[in-house]
DNA sequence: CATGAATGAGTTTTCATTCAT
DNA sequence: GATGAATGAAAACTCATTCAT
């Protein structure tokens, strides 16, 4: 791994912890245990390394939940019940508390600033259309009431879910999401 | 409305905007017309401020989504209704940007901040058991299928709202949330 | 015992503990429990109110130390005894920390304002002079070697009065300034 | 000399002529021609900066006072008479206002901080454990009355010369340092 | 490539003082 | 006389960024 690579990983999991802002060009320091030349010998300003972080990030989701889950050659239904099954995975017991990575910093830099607005949006489009494309899917091969609307239903799934991480990590307690994702099964005839 | 609650209510709209770490004390006393010496006759320190931002906006949504709408006469299933209208119409054209005042907090501070965490989570906890107690007598009704279990099943609905207003945060797009509430309604049967 | 008189009390307490620069009108209108106008129609400033201390704190000092002890009619071993019991008795266990108001006050202010510098000045000064006025008499009474400089002397018992207690207050001991008086004792024959 | 030990020469200065609660970082900025960034890049705050000053001012004394004179090859007579000397002369008469760097700030924070009190309680401890090894020296080679206690005949000298800077500071006036360094002179045969 | 010294604008906070009531 | 709201200068401290080596 290439030192401009470590340094976004190491970045990725404190601002996953802290929040973009929070997070100082020290603190990344002290964790990558590098100067402040060499920082800036890879990044241009916290800004730049802000915008690594979510395109490393990005393209991270897009490989294990688009590319493995989604693009499998499972079928619909189980392709969405891995999805969920990620999802749940990806927050232990431990990590309960940071929340959706993306989520996060969807709340924090939307308003802020367009380019991260927009990086983040395209994921979520991403992750929300295969999600409908597997759900039409699903209607198509009748395991699902023809009369949904599978566009939307894929909003409300993927609403579902990060509001379910967003009250997992508020209530610290991880019970909320797995109870989220039952919910979604049962609804969309997943078990 | 005393020179306190001023600020609060001022503090209240920039922190709803660009967040609390991200509000500078400065910029409140610019919105607000005051100076350094007033706000800290008022207030002991930022943190004492935000604890009062907080708590002003669950007293407020206490009042607003509790009291009037969840403890009026009307029945559950006018009563659920009335809940999504109210959200939908917190967040119009000009403030879908802005997203949840307390979701936004709930994701900022939950992992920064106990107090603030727990102050939020009880607020979450008041909505959930209100939406749970109202799905529990439109089963009582028979408006709704005896065999769902209300209570997660409120979670569902409140983590679908929080995403919803999440998603359309990030995409800017008051549709998103609309597309939410049609589902939800379309689920538990309140149309 | 007047509005003013019981502020100058306390902030002399005060600052006797905290020094006058590290002492704030907040402090003392706490202590006094009073508003900032009531502190402000007596005292036209801290600066004011610092001087309105030194002169109390002279005052007393000059009724105990100079006119009760110095002055009485007691004859000058005696008086000198008492002096050196007084002090030793102003320095409780207790208050062993706070050291000598006007010596701390002679070190925090002689550089920094002549008018303080002057008046804890004069108060040293007529400790020294009646100091060597006792020493006078004891030589006069056959009972110091004549040769003595009194004058220079007097210097000596104050300034190791004054050490004495710097010490104890750094050591937090009062064993040492009790140790001083008895070599003052013993070196002026004052057993 | 490095930056840091510049900075911390500049401040001894400005900390012994001001006090360290008076003195500002700006003050130091200023004396030290450096920004607030560099300051806050050798110290991580006044306090720490105000340590390091305590500890640089024990060190110099150690050298100058320990060291050099006491632990020098010369009899006890000597030494002692040469740490009198020393004294006065740190003293000179453009010098007199500022009184002792260790004393001026053993009555500022001796209160206030223990970690400062306890530095400067170990620094009298040495050099009055030194003037008693001297003093014992002087008795076993018949030059001082065997029946005086060593130990509280140090505290007593150390206590002199430290009220005897007070008073000189207080004063402004040089000759009464050089009047108690007479009397002690005196007083244990050191002429 | 790499270090870390240096800069300076900006942040939170304190505090003596004034002023309207 | 008395209250405490209001002011504003200055304090301590942070931090992204630049630059000399």
């Known amino acids: ?5 470590e340094i976004i990983t190491i970045a990725r999991g404190i601002i996953h912890s802290k929040g973009y ?3 100082s060009i020290s603190d990344i320091l002290n964790a990558a245990s590098i100067g ?5 010998h890879y990044f241009t300003s916290k800004y730049d390394l802000g915008l690594a ?4 990030l990005v393209q991270d989701l897009d490989q294990q939940l688009i590319k493995e889950i989604f693009q499998s050659k499972e079928e619909a239904k189980k ?4 999805m969920l099954d990620w999802n749940l995975a990806s927050h232990t017991e431990t990590k ?3 929340g959706c990575a993306v989520g996060n910093l969807a709340i924090e830099m939307s308003e802020h600033d367009e380019t991260f607005r927009v990086k983040i949006k395209e994921f979520f489009n991403k992750w929300i259309s295969e999600v409908a494309a597997s759900l ?11 009369t949904i609307n599978c566009t939307k239903s894929a909003q409300a799934i993927v609403a579902m879910i990060e509001g379910g991480i967003l009250l997992m990590k508020n209530q610290q307690d991880i019970e909320i999401l797995a109870t989220v994702m ?8 997943l078990i």
């Open 1 to 5: 791994m290439s030192k401009k690579q």
């Open 21 to 23: 802002q929070a997070t």
């Open 36 to 40: 402040k030349g060499q920082f800036y």
């Open 53 to 56: 972080v979510v395109e490393d």
């Open 79 to 82: 392709r969405l019940n891995k």
């Open 96 to 98: 309960s508390k940071l």
């Open 136 to 146: 039409t899917e699903m209607v198509e091969e009748n395991q699902l009431d023809p």
């Open 182 to 189: 039952d919910i979604i099964r049962k609804q969309y005839h």
